[in-house]
Every structure is written in structure tokens, then in C-alpha cells.
């Protein structure tokens, strides 16, 4: 079955420099989402791509859908306190399936 | 407009026992999924509901566990009996169409002892 891989498992960083998550799926995905778990919070959706090579921004956050629709990344520029959590990314393999496979998240610490 | 509403927020139980877990939607989302995190791993798939009718259950991990959405509102998820494998956070999810982005509860946090 589908597979989403995501790297690394955990990330240390200094507030104020940059974090980046990755992940790559073993088939082509129909769209990729994005979800942010806070400490002991759920999961908040972030955003969705869809189409090949897609990048998109929120304010300190980009994300990127590769050409060949299996694999994409999350950068965060500047990391700040409120940046800790878990970043899921999850995918959907084709235009039939409505489920998500999830990616093992990347958990974040930022270090003042 | 009021979240993804799960109950209990926490449930420790004996193997063997049985256990109820409840998902009230989002008013108005006919899509309901259930997905589960077993500590360590990734949050695994297990259904989804449209109204009240099954869509997919491919991800139901044996006939242990029931889920039902009588009505087409609010979900119920069953374990009986339960095993110590069962352990984890199960969450539930809404959206209002397919393809879009979920909406999580809180999740469920199930220890089976």
C-alpha cells in the first residue's frame, strides 16, 4: 500500500533559524496536505497542493509540491517559540481516494 | 460554530473489556473519518462515513472494532474486545465535502491495560 515518508523524526533548533521537513511518498499523490499539532493539541490543517511544482506561502511558511507529485517539503524561515509542535504532511494517491496516509511527523523544539 | 467534539478525552480499560468511543461532526460535514495514532508511529487511516452509509473501511484493523454513524450525525466507534495493541489516540475528523481538509477532534486517548 501507499507509503508517506517524512524526515527528520524530531528537529532542535535555535529560535531564528530556519527548519525545514521533508516527505516523499512511494506512489504519485492526487494533493498533499499540511497539519500542525501543537503539544498535546490535534491536528490543524495548514494548507493543501495540488498541482505539480506548486509553492505556497503563509507569512514565514512555504511549502513545495515536487514536479513529479510525490514528494514535498515545509520551510519555516526565522523559527520563533510559537513554531513548536508536530508537522504532519499527508497524501492522497489518487482522485478516488478520499483517505489520507500520514507521515510519522516531524516534532519541533525551538530553543529560545 | 462549535469544533470536532470527541468523548472521552481519556479511557483506560482492562484487555478484554469493551469501549465506546463517541465523534460528533462538525454540524453539517457529511464526511466523518476516524484515523488513529498508536504512540511512536504515524496517524493511521481507519474510515470514513458519508451521512451514514460506509465509504471506505479499508483501514479497520480487524472485526474488533465497530463504527457506526446512525442518522448520519454523530459517529461511534467500538472496540470489543479490546487488546493491548488498541492502545493509542484515536481521532475523529469531519469535513463538509471529499478532497478537502479535515477538521480534528480532540481525540481519544485509549490505554488498554
Known amino acids: 500500500g501507499q507509503q508517506v515518508m517524512q524526515i527528520p523524526q524530531y528537529q532542535h533548533v535555535q529560535e531564528g533559524e530556519d527548519f525545514t521537513t521533508y516527505c516523499n511518498s512511494s506512489?504519485?499523490?492526487?494533493?498533499i496536505q499540511w497539519y500542525k499539532q501543537r503539544p498535546g493539541g490535534h491536528p490543524v490543517f495548514l494548507i493543501q497542493?495540488?498541482?505539480?511544482?506548486e509553492v505556497k506561502k503563509q507569512k514565514r511558511l512555504t511549502f513545495q509540491f515536487g514536479e513529479a507529485k510525490k514528494n514535498s517539503s515545509l520551510h519555516i524561515t526565522a523559527t520563533q517559540t510559537t513554531d513548536v509542535g508536530t508537522y504532519f504532511c499527508?497524501?492522497?494517491?489518487?482522485?478516488?481516494?478520499?483517505?489520507?496516509?500520514f507521515g510519522k511527523g516531524t516534532k519541533l523544539s525551538v530553543i529560545p | 460554530e462549535a469544533g470536532v467534539t470527541q468523548f472521552p478525552s481519556h479511557s483506560v480499560i482492562e484487555k478484554g473489556q469493551t469501549v465506546t468511543l463517541r465523534c460528533d461532526p462538525i454540524?453539517?460535514?457529511?464526511?466523518l473519518y476516524w484515523y488513529r495514532r498508536v504512540m511512536g508511529k504515524e496517524i493511521k487511516f481507519l474510515l470514513h462515513?458519508?451521512?451514514?452509509?460506509?465509504?471506505?473501511e479499508s483501514g479497520m484493523p480487524n472485526n474488533r472494532f465497530l463504527a457506526e454513524r446512525t442518522g448520519g450525525t454523530y459517529s461511534t466507534l467500538k472496540v470489543q474486545p479490546a487488546e493491548l495493541e488498541d492502545s493509542g489516540v484515536y481521532f475523529c475528523?469531519?469535513?463538509?465535502?471529499?478532497?478537502?481538509?479535515?477538521?480534528f477532534g480532540s481525540g481519544t486517548q485509549l490505554s488498554v491495560l
Open positions: 499527508a497524501g492522497r494517491e489518487g482522485a478516488g481516494s478520499y483517505q489520507l496516509t
Open positions: 454540524s453539517g460535514h457529511d464526511n
Open positions: 506512489t504519485t499523490l492526487s494533493n
Open positions: 497542493l495540488v498541482k505539480s511544482g
Open positions: 462515513f458519508v451521512k451514514e452509509s460506509k465509504q471506505d
Open positions: 475528523a469531519s469535513s463538509p465535502r471529499v478532497n478537502e481538509k479535515l477538521f
